[in-house]
Structure formats: structure tokens, C-alpha cells
């Protein structure tokens, strides 16, 4: 029970990550279930399995798994267990006792590494294969939650993109945002149908052949293909930025949707749902696993919400003081400004470095002269080819 215990520790001790404070964190790689609220909307039909060894099933290593772990929580809804009746159906698991760390922090990050499955034939899918994962705060775990009741603000991604007119959706207190997106938000791209939506073709680029994956793979229904907008068969980095009010949904870093007035007083949880009515015609294979939970506090300087700085943050911080745009998320010093100024304040304050730390292993010495020349973008000419790594210290791009 070695993560359950790190799990209720968490709950009531922030213990520092370097540049960010950790509220939960979860490998699964033990059965922490007794750290968790887990609720189902029927019992019959859903279900909830922690420490499933997915390694067994021919599923690779999560992204964010240390060395060798392959164990992770799995989920069904509306699989005829018990009860073969078609229905919607839900599950969700709730870290036990966590709202209050999260209410405190009312800053805070969420991320996992999610798999969806689905039983085919791909790309159409099988009978019921249309099944979403979920992520949310502001839930207050009174009762599981499906199509029809709504508690807190969250959001759902179909992993077979089959929907006709919303794969991704999100939920807050006040109702169901068929559309998706914020009316002020630019990214309603082609509108919430990932397939063939151009928005989401670098995050969901499909072409997996199912028949050649390892067990699974060629056994009853999964044949095929997947398409550009179907997210099934691979692993992909999942997270919630809750900054006051607002809360945004991204998938490996594409933002999803946001809610700018969002339900946030209550729990975080992920889940799975199917929102359709029809049984799975292969229920083995629809399911959904999660991996590596990690909530924490934003660091500042953490622009892209992993949880440390790193070279990627100076390089978006760079990417923005070239723009100009003087987005208010990069301004460090407060002069309401996004400048060279709030770079010197990320090297030197935040990260306590030195201008030419190529590596930032915090020093400057030949080892970051030999990572610039290796490189080859110094002094060349390409105009803004040249990052933080590759030699560029002032932030010109070069």
C-alpha cells in the first residue's frame, strides 16, 4: 500500500517538487485505491480497476511512468457486467479529502496520462465504442455523475472522435456547452468534431494500425486504421490549469477548451463515460486507463504547467517578449510589460542561473560552449532559427 500511504500524506503536507509544491501525486504502481473516492453510476455496469498491469494486454509504458511501470488505473462504463440493459453510464475517482489543499491553493495544476481503447472494426467502430474520458475540479463527489446530472466544471473527449456533433465536450454548473468553446476564446476551430478538424490533426494525427498492435492487435474486432481526430490506441498527456475562476483542458499541450467562470469549489477527479445508450459489442476492449496523477501549485515561470522550469519555459518566454504581444502570463517583474527585463527576472531569480548556461545545469562554463557548437546555429544564416539551448542568450531568435 505504499502509494495509498503517499496519497494521504499529500493530502495534508505540501512537500516542494523544485519549482512547483505538490498537493497529490500517483504512479499506481501499488493499489491506492483506499485513497480514493471511487463512484459509479451503476454498479452493474461500470468499474474501476487500480493497479492493472496494461503491459499484460500489449499497451506500452505511460509517458510519465518511471522506468518500468506499467500499472495504472483502469475504467468501464456501461459494460453488461451484471445488467445487460443499454444505458449511460459513468465512473469517477476522486482523490479523498484533497478539496480543501485545492480551495487553499486556488491555483493549481492537474495532470495524467490517459489511453482510451475502443473495439472496433477502426476507424468506424464497433457497437458502443463511442466512449469519452473525463477530467474536472469543483466536485463535490456527492454522487457519479453521467449525462444527465452535472457537478462542477469538466470536460470529455471521445476517443473514437464518433459523435456527429460534439467528440469533445465540457460541463459546469450551469449547463452543457454543446459547442464546446468559450465565445471569446479564438480556438473554435471547425467547431468540437475532431475528426477531420485541422485543429486537432498535430495532437490526433490517427494512423495507428490496430492489427499490429501487440495482443490485442488482429483478435476478434480490432482490424483497421485509426483516422486523423480518433485519440484511441496511444498515450497522451492530459491537463487542468485552474488560475481563479478559469479553467482550461489541454491534451499533449493543444488547448482543448476553457471556462472563464468556472464551478471550482469542491474536488478534482478524472473519469471515463459513455453518453450513448449502446452496450459495447466487445467489451474487453473499451476502456480507458489513467497513469502518473500529479496535482500541484503553478511555479512562476512554469508557462507550460509540467511543474518545473525548464528550457522550454525560457523559450516561450522568449517566443513572447519577440512577439510583442505583452500577454500578462509572461510578465515576471509586474511593469505590465513583456520584456528583456522578465527574462533577466527568469534566469537569475527564478531559476538562479547565468546568461549562457546553455544546459542550465546552473553553470556557465565549457560544457554549454561545446552544446551551442554541437548545435551549429550560432552565428549562421537563418534568421530565428536559434533557441535558449542552441545558443541564443539575448532573445533576438539568433
Given at each position: 500500500?505504499?502509494?495509498?500511504?503517499?496519497?494521504?500524506?499529500?493530502m495534508?503536507?505540501?512537500?516542494?517538487?523544485?519549482?512547483?509544491?505538490?498537493l497529490?501525486?500517483?504512479?499506481?504502481?501499488?493499489?491506492?485505491?483506499?485513497?480514493y473516492?471511487?463512484?459509479?453510476?451503476n454498479?452493474?455496469?461500470?468499474?474501476?480497476?487500480?493497479?492493472?498491469?496494461?503491459?499484460?494486454?500489449?499497451?506500452?509504458?505511460?509517458?510519465?511512468?518511471?522506468?518500468g511501470?506499467t500499472?495504472?488505473?483502469?475504467?468501464?462504463?456501461?459494460?453488461?457486467?451484471?445488467?445487460?440493459?443499454?444505458?449511460?453510464?459513468?465512473?469517477?475517482?476522486?482523490?479523498?479529502g484533497?478539496?480543501?489543499?485545492l480551495?487553499?491553493?486556488?491555483?493549481?495544476?492537474?495532470?495524467?496520462?490517459?489511453?482510451?481503447?475502443?473495439n472496433?472494426?477502426?476507424?468506424?467502430?464497433?457497437?458502443?465504442?463511442?466512449?469519452?474520458?473525463?477530467?474536472?475540479?469543483?466536485?463535490?463527489?456527492?454522487?457519479?455523475?453521467?449525462?444527465?446530472?452535472?457537478d462542477g466544471?469538466?470536460?470529455?473527449?471521445?476517443?473514437?472522435?464518433?459523435?456527429?456533433?460534439?467528440?469533445v465536450?465540457?460541463f459546469?454548473?450551469?449547463?452543457?456547452?454543446?459547442?464546446?468553446f468559450?465565445?471569446?476564446?479564438?480556438?473554435?476551430?471547425?467547431?468540437?468534431?475532431?475528426?477531420?478538424?485541422?485543429?486537432?490533426?498535430?495532437?490526433?494525427?490517427?494512423?495507428?494500425?490496430?492489427?499490429?498492435?501487440?495482443?490485442?492487435?488482429?483478435?476478434?474486432?480490432?482490424?483497421?486504421?485509426?483516422?486523423?481526430?480518433?485519440m484511441?490506441?496511444?498515450?497522451?498527456?492530459?491537463?487542468?490549469?485552474?488560475?481563479?475562476?478559469?479553467?482550461s483542458?489541454?491534451?499533449?499541450?493543444?488547448?482543448?477548451?476553457?471556462?472563464?467562470?468556472?464551478?471550482?469549489?469542491?474536488?478534482?477527479?478524472?473519469?471515463y463515460?459513455?453518453?450513448?445508450?449502446?452496450?459495447?459489442g466487445?467489451?474487453q476492449?473499451?476502456?480507458?486507463?489513467?497513469?502518473?496523477?500529479?496535482?500541484?501549485?503553478?511555479?512562476?515561470?512554469d508557462?507550460?504547467?509540467?511543474?518545473?522550469?525548464?528550457?522550454?519555459?525560457?523559450?516561450?518566454l522568449?517566443?513572447?517578449?519577440i512577439?510583442?504581444?505583452?500577454?500578462?502570463?509572461?510578465?515576471?517583474?509586474?511593469?505590465?510589460?513583456?520584456?528583456?527585463?522578465?527574462?533577466?527576472?527568469?534566469?537569475?531569480d527564478?531559476?538562479?542561473?547565468?546568461?549562457?548556461?546553455?544546459?542550465?545545469?546552473?553553470?556557465?562554463?565549457?560544457?554549454?560552449?561545446?552544446?551551442?557548437?554541437?548545435?551549429?546555429?550560432y552565428?549562421?544564416?537563418?534568421?530565428?532559427n536559434?533557441t535558449?539551448?542552441?545558443?541564443?542568450?539575448?532573445?533576438?531568435?539568433?
Amino acid at each position: 500500500m505504499k502509494s495509498c500511504r503517499i496519497g494521504l500524506l499529500l493530502m495534508t503536507v505540501l512537500i516542494s517538487t523544485g519549482s512547483a509544491e505538490t498537493l497529490w501525486q500517483d504512479d499506481f504502481n501499488a493499489d491506492s485505491s483506499d485513497a480514493y473516492e471511487i463512484l459509479l453510476f451503476n454498479e452493474d455496469r461500470d468499474r474501476v480497476v487500480f493497479a492493472f498491469d496494461y503491459s499484460q494486454i500489449g499497451i506500452p509504458e505511460a509517458p510519465n511512468s518511471p522506468s518500468g511501470g506499467t500499472t495504472g488505473v483502469q475504467m468501464f462504463a456501461n459494460d453488461p457486467f451484471e445488467d445487460t440493459l443499454p444505458a449511460t453510464s459513468a465512473v469517477q475517482v476522486v482523490p479523498s479529502g484533497l478539496d480543501s489543499a485545492l480551495a487553499a491553493a486556488t491555483e493549481y495544476t492537474m495532470t495524467f496520462d490517459i489511453w482510451m481503447n475502443m473495439n472496433g472494426p477502426m476507424p468506424a467502430g464497433g457497437a458502443g465504442s463511442s466512449e469519452a474520458m473525463m477530467a474536472g475540479v469543483g466536485f463535490s463527489a456527492n454522487a457519479a455523475i453521467e449525462a444527465g446530472n452535472i457537478d462542477g466544471t469538466y470536460f470529455t473527449l471521445l476517443g473514437d472522435a464518433g459523435a456527429s456533433t460534439a467528440d469533445v465536450r465540457s460541463f459546469t454548473d450551469d449547463g452543457y456547452n454543446a459547442n464546446n468553446f468559450d465565445s471569446d476564446t479564438p480556438i473554435n476551430v471547425g467547431g468540437a468534431v475532431m475528426n477531420g478538424n485541422p485543429y486537432f490533426a498535430d495532437a490526433f494525427p490517427g494512423g495507428i494500425v490496430v492489427d499490429d498492435l501487440p495482443i490485442q492487435g488482429g483478435s476478434d474486432s480490432q482490424t483497421g486504421t485509426t483516422i486523423q481526430g480518433q485519440m484511441a490506441f496511444e498515450w497522451h498527456e492530459v491537463r487542468l490549469d485552474v488560475r481563479g475562476r478559469e479553467v482550461s483542458f489541454y491534451v499533449n499541450d493543444l488547448l482543448i477548451a476553457r471556462d472563464e467562470d468556472a464551478a471550482i469549489e469542491g474536488n478534482a477527479f478524472f473519469g471515463y463515460a459513455d453518453y450513448f445508450s449502446s452496450v459495447t459489442g466487445d467489451p474487453q476492449w473499451g476502456f480507458g486507463l489513467v497513469d502518473n496523477l500529479h496535482i500541484f501549485t503553478p511555479a512562476n515561470g512554469d508557462f507550460n504547467g509540467d511543474g518545473d522550469l525548464t528550457v522550454a519555459d525560457i523559450n516561450l518566454l522568449t517566443a513572447e517578449v519577440i512577439a510583442d504581444t505583452n500577454d500578462g502570463d509572461f510578465d515576471l517583474n509586474g511593469d505590465d510589460l513583456v520584456n528583456s527585463s522578465d527574462r533577466v527576472v527568469w534566469i537569475k531569480d527564478l531559476f538562479n542561473t547565468y546568461f549562457g548556461d546553455a544546459n542550465l545545469d546552473g553553470e556557465f562554463n565549457s560544457t554549454d560552449f561545446v552544446v551551442v557548437f554541437t548545435a551549429n546555429l550560432y552565428e549562421d544564416d537563418v534568421d530565428g532559427n536559434a533557441t535558449w539551448e542552441t545558443g541564443d542568450w539575448n532573445g533576438d531568435g539568433d
